[in-house]
Each structure stands twice: as C-alpha cells, then as structure tokens.
C-alpha cells in the first residue's frame, strides 16, 4: 500500500520533469514580454513535425533530427514575435504590479493574434504529415531500474534530470551573468533599462528566441521517449507547460521545476484514484485554484511577472 | 414556407443557423471584452445552457421557449457564479482561469449520466456518449426553414436590446471600465457590480445560443464545447471589431460565411485565416468596426445629430 503510494508518487515527479522543461520556455517568455506566447506548443509541434519528416521521409540520423528540430523552433519563433508580439516591444512597461488589464490593451492584442497564429502553425503541420501518429526517432529505453522496490524508467529519468538541470543552470546564469542582470532588469522596468542604455528590444528577441530553442529542446526529449508525435502534441505542450508554469508564478524560471513536480504528483494520485478524467479534471482544477485563491495576498504583485531566477 | 424551402437549399439554411447561433456566442464574448476581459471559457455557457435547455424540452417536456429561457437562465448563473472568485484578476489570469473553468465543465459534463425512459429507450445525458435525441422540432413539426426564422428573431431581439443597452448610461459605464478601470472606478462606477452584471449577461447570451444549437442538431457532446469553440468566439469579436454589436457579426460572417463556405483553400483555410487575423490586429488592434470608424459612420449617417446644430 505504502509502496504503490511511493510507486505512483514516482511515476508523477518523473512526468513532472517533462512538464517543467516544457514549462521553462513559456515562463523565461512571460517574463520577459509579459505576454503570454499561445503559440508556443504550436512552435514546438511544428518543428517537432519538421523533424518526423527528416526523420521519416529523410532517414536523418538522430543527432540532425534533434539539430533540426532546435532550429526549426527558434525560426518559427523569430515568424511568432514579428508578427505577434513586436508591436508590444516598443511599449514603456507598466510599472511592477500594476493591473494589467486596461492599463495595457495590447495584451489582448497579443493573446489573440498569438492564438490565430497557434491555429494556423498547427494547420501547416498537419498539411506536412497528414496522419494521425507519425513516427519520431525514438531513444527509449526498453529496461526498467530497481531501486529497492520501486521500479524506475532510465530514460524518463534522464529528462527529468534534464529539466532540473536546465532549470538551474538558467536560473544561475540569470543570477551571476552580466547578461542574465540586464534580462532581469529589462524584464523589470524596460523603461529604466532603456535609460541606462540596454538595448531592450535587441534583449526581448534574444530571450524570446532562447525561449524558443527551449521549446524545442523540450519537444525532442520528450518525443524521443513517446518515439511518435501526434497533432495533439502542440496542445499538450502549452497546457502542461502553462498550468506548471503558473504554479511555479509566471516568469519565475526555479519555480517551473516545483510547478512542474507538483502537476505531476497530483496528476498521478488523480489518476489512479478517479481514472484517466480524473487526471484531466485534476490538471485544470489544480490551475483554477491556484488563480483564485489568495495564496500570497502580500506579494500579489509576485504573480504578475518580472523575470526571477 | 414550402416555396422558400424549395428555393433555399438546406446546405443554406443549416450555414445560416450555424452563423445565427455562432453570432450569439461572439456576442457573449463582445460583451465580455467591453469590460476589458478576454474570457476563453463562453463555450462552457454554450454547452451549460445547452444541456439544461436539452434536459428541460426532453425531460420535462417543457415548451421550446421555457427550455431556452432556462438555458440561458442557467448560462447567467453560471457565469456570475464563476465571476465572483474571478473578480481581482489581471487580464491574463483571468483568460487563463476562465479556460481552466471551461474545460472543468467539459469534463463533469462528460461524467454526467441522468437518464430516465423515454418512448424509443432512455434519454437523457449519458456522459462522454452525448445527449440524443433533442426531438422537439420533429415532435412539432417545425421545419428547419421556420426554426432559422426563430433563430434570426431571437438574434436580431438581442442585437436591438445590446444596441439600446449602448445608448444607456449603463453601456457607457462598460466602456470605461474596458478602457481603464482605476479612472472609471475613480467616476464613481461601481466596477464590480457592473463586472458581474456583464458576466451574468454574457453567460446568459452564450446559454441562450447553447439553446438553441442543442434543438438545432438534436445531440450534443461535451468535445463540442471544447476551448477552440470559445476562442473562436473571441476571435471573431476582436476581427469585426469592438466599436459597435455588428463586429462580432461580420467576424462571423468573414469566417464562416466566407471562408468555410465558400471552400476556397481546403486544407489551407486556418493557414490564411490566421495569418490574416495575426497580421490584421498588429495594425488594427481593436478590429475592423472600432470606435474609431463607428464614431465616424454614425456622423456621415446622422448629419443632423445634435453636435452638429450646435452652434
């Protein structure tokens, strides 16, 4: 009883690691535009796609599909942000806590093009590889590990380790690196970086394209062990990567690991307590409670962006 | 209406349904962005008042107009329920908590079974299977050409009272309070009340919408009502524009009426309809109808508006 409870907590802090490296790109996003990227599991789908179709039609060897993949998802992204978020650049931020609804209209702009953009990435993924599961270069280990006894597999682990390690290596190079402080500080008040002599805009494409890279990193690791991609991917993607995202406070990149585990732990026990729409129910309840109930009322403004290591 | 349904074909009156009832869906979702809210959750309304207004002419055999009425009733409430935790969340927190609501209802809608014997076996919802048989329109003989009728009625009712509603000090206050809360609130506007109002009302637009698609079709599913349905709602609304209750019809009326129909680009449709919406919004952020040329149109129409003779 114990043991399937260890067992099943496992399994979820596993799936977590895929959930928080799917996550890491989407805040590392919001806290540097504050905008919400809708297209970002469309981005990731549609290099992933690319990267089925080297891999099927081509027979690319791994390493170029992983390549491929990487390089596809920044240049979709360079096409997301000149058509959805480059008009918003320019704009003097609302300073740190301010409501942001009505205040800064365009974020409604950018929510909604970003979606438009969403549907039609998707649409051009499903013209190139028009059937339902298409194969994917697949690294998944067949074996399970022992330890003591509960059962392991070694390749989800390595992505899980993949995206604690990602995690923190961004978040250190945020702290320490000179360049990680002017992220931080243009995140913070674009105007006053703007005035110190940053070049903001410059920064905002560059922290929106590793982003990007992100987001294919996360496509291929986690596609590798699934050795399949489905067009249900690029949803999958933006929803777990969100909901993780939120939990950990948008824009806060050690705070996607711990959102990340925490969705995957819950999502488990959900799953084996009430079934496969327990688990789906439980995703969107965990992300609705953690909106509306008041955790932090003292540092509300916390929640509403500002990149944090 | 024979002659009519000879000359019309049914591909043309099920299009013209759809449109009528979509409209209502985009107009919920109008509604909501005047208040400065982008709410990615309407299909939940939609689908909430389709199952009540299905479960009242079904189950009850209640008339169409009661189950409609408790559709949207159900909608309202609903709505108003939802918005009361929402009520102090950023624009971003509360699109992304409404689409967490949304789904949450798909979902219980999909484990709902309340089934009671009916004359051809049992009827009523039965979880992720759908809710068969809405019959009322066979039962009574309402052909599909008088049930679009009905339809165009009831859109054109709620177009006039939304029209009349924007005249009012009450419309006025919405759009402030879109435009800046912090100021409106500072006019003496009571945000909140209004807040919740605009919601009650927006959900009980989409519940009446849900309604009337759930006779149209006679069976509905939870996957319908899923986010897409919603999110196109509100594209539709930022496309036609938010200066006046017409954008969000000619939203509909570009992408369905024109593009989907009209079946130019099969299989390309979404690849330059969302182009065309991402590339449109980056110049023309509040949609082809906004204040702007509203404001400029209703001068060219009323040259003797008041301002004018004003001397």
């Known amino acids: 009883m114990v043991i399937d409870f260890l067992q099943i907590t496992v399994d979820g802090l596993l799936d977590g690691g895929a959930y928080a490296i799917v996550g890491l790109g989407l805040s590392l996003t919001f806290g540097g535009l504050r905008r919400l990227n809708l297209a970002y599991g469309a981005t990731a789908m549609l290099a992933a796609y690319l990267g089925a179709w080297l891999h099927g039609q081509m027979q690319a060897p791994v390493w170029l599909v992983a390549l491929a993949v990487v390089a596809c998802a920044i240049v979709i992204g360079w096409y997301v942000e000149r058509l959805c978020f480059a008009g918003t650049r320019d704009e003097v931020a609302p300073s740190r806590g301010a409501p942001i609804a009505g205040v800064d209209g365009r974020e409604v702009v950018a929510l909604a093009s970003s979606f438009a953009i969403w549907m039609q990435l998707e649409q051009v993924a499903v013209n190139l590889l028009p059937r339902h599961l298409n194969p994917f270069p697949s690294l998944a280990a067949s074996g399970e590990w022992a330890l003591g006894p509960l059962m392991v597999r070694p390749d989800r682990l390595l992505v899980a380790l993949l995206a604690a390690g990602l995690v923190f290596a961004l978040a250190m190079w945020l702290e320490r690196s000179r360049t990680g402080l002017a992220w931080r500080a243009t995140a913070d008040q674009r105007t ?47 929803l777990k990567g969100l909901v993780a995202a939120m939990l950990g406070g948008l824009g806060s990149v050690r705070g996607v690991l711990w959102g990340g585990l925490l969705l995957g732990v819950v999502e488990a026990h959900a799953q084996s307590l009430f079934g496969a729409s327990g688990r789906e129910f439980s995703t969107y309840a965990l992300l609705f409670l953690v909106l509306v109930v008041p955790w932090r009322r003292g540092e509300r403004g916390a929640l509403f962006g500002g990149l944090r290591a | 209406m024979s002659e009519l349904g000879g000359l019309i074909s049914a591909h043309a009156v099920g299009l013209a349904s759809d449109m009528a009832i979509m409209s209502m ?48 009733a159900c909608g309202a409430l609903c709505s108003w329920l939802l918005a009361l935790p929402t009520l102090r969340l950023s624009g971003l927190h509360y699109a992304v908590a409404t689409l967490a609501f949304g789904e949450m209802a798909r979902i219980a809608l999909g484990g709902w079974h309340w089934q009671r014997p009916g004359p051809d076996g049992p009827v009523g919802p039965a979880g992720i299977e759908g809710f068969r048989d809405i019959r009322w329109l066979l039962e009574n003989d309402v052909s599909p050409g008088e049930y679009l009728g009905l339809t165009l009625l009831v859109l054109v009712a709620v177009l006039a009272l939304l029209m009349r509603l924007e005249r009012l000090r009450l419309g006025v206050g919405l759009r402030m309070i879109g435009q800046d809360d912090m100021l ?25 919408g849900g309604g009337l698609y759930a006779h149209r079709t006679t069976y509905i599913e939870p996957a319908v009502f899923d986010p897409m349905l919603g999110v196109h709602a ?6 036609g524009g ?70």
């Open chain 2, 25 to 72: 869906l985009a107009l919920s979702a109008y509604l909501m962005l005047l208040v400065g809210r982008v709410s990615f959750g309407q299909q939940a309304f939609f689908g909430l008042g389709a199952y009540a207004a299905g479960v009242m002419s079904v189950m009850f055999q209640a008339p169409l107009a009661l189950a409609l009425a408790g559709g949207a």
């Open chain 2, 242 to 311: 938010l200066g006046t209750a017409f954008g969000p019809l000619l939203g509909v009326m570009l992408d369905l009426g024109l593009l989907d129909a009209s079946r130019l680009f099969p299989g390309w449709r979404m690849v330059i309809f969302g182009g065309l919406v991402a590339l449109f919004l980056r110049w023309r952020p509040r949609g082809l109808l906004d204040e702007t040329l509203v404001h400029h149109l209703s001068h060219t129409f009323h040259t003797r508006s008041p301002f004018s003779n004003r001397q």
């Open chain 1, 192 to 238: 006053a970086a703007h005035l110190s002599g940053m070049p903001v805009a410059r920064q905002q494409t560059w922290a929106f394209a590793v982003a990007c890279a992100l987001s294919g990193v996360a496509a291929f690791a986690v596609l590798s062990i699934d050795g399949q991609v489905t067009p249900m991917f690029g949803m999958w993607v933006l």
């Open chain 2, 234 to 239: 509100v594209g539709y609304a930022l496309l």
């Open chain 2, 184 to 208: 409106a609130a500072a006019q003496g506007i009571a945000c909140d009340r209004l807040r919740l109002l605009t919601a009650a009302m927006a959900g009980g637009l989409a519940g009446l």
